[in-house]
């Protein structure tokens, strides 16, 4: 979680959770965005078009409707076009568009960066098991526990 300051002083609160080991249908990319008075929910999963196998159904290995699909039965989601929804055909875009008129791209390594500093200010935070102010002391040569294999999901502190 990331706690922000608007430019009034209001407080703005982002919480991110992810998983490389999502077990489930397709590739889930989901964000919910709540305000005051307003939300936005996205789920890449929630298409306008889902498929149901029973375990009848029988097909050669490599011939699956879907791909990504860690099943074989059930209900399955059908992304109709990943690229769009995902948003490669505009991301490649702008970056070639970027290149060709020799301006630096909207994203860029500045906002690699970036990430990476949060990322590791996350898992420093998580380390002392308290909220920490950014950039916090140290960041440059902090290394987290589960980079130097010390991390284990299973120890009791």
Wanted: proline share 6%.
């Amino acid at each position: 979680m990331i706690e922000y300051r608007d430019e009034n002083g209001g407080k703005l609160v982002v919480e991110t959770t992810t998983s490389w080991s999502y077990v489930g249908a397709g590739l889930r990319l989901t964000m919910e965005l709540l305000g005051p008075e307003y939300s936005v929910i996205v789920n890449s999963l929630d298409s306008g078009l889902k498929v149901f196998f029973s375990r009848n159904v029988k097909g050669e290995a490599g011939e699956d409707l879907v791909e990504k699909q860690n099943a074989e039965v059930g209900l399955m989601p059908v992304v109709g076009s990943e690229e769009t929804e995902y948003g490669y055909i505009a991301e490649n875009r702008h970056m070639v568009q970027s290149f060709l008129a020799g301006k630096r791209p909207e994203e860029n390594f500045s906002d690699g960066v970036n990430v990476t500093e949060l990322l590791m200010t996350a898992y420093m935070s998580a380390e002392q098991e308290k909220t920490i102010p950014f950039p916090p002391p140290g960041l440059d040569s902090f290394v987290p526990a589960v980079a130097k294999g010390e991390w284990n999901p299973r120890k009791r502190r």
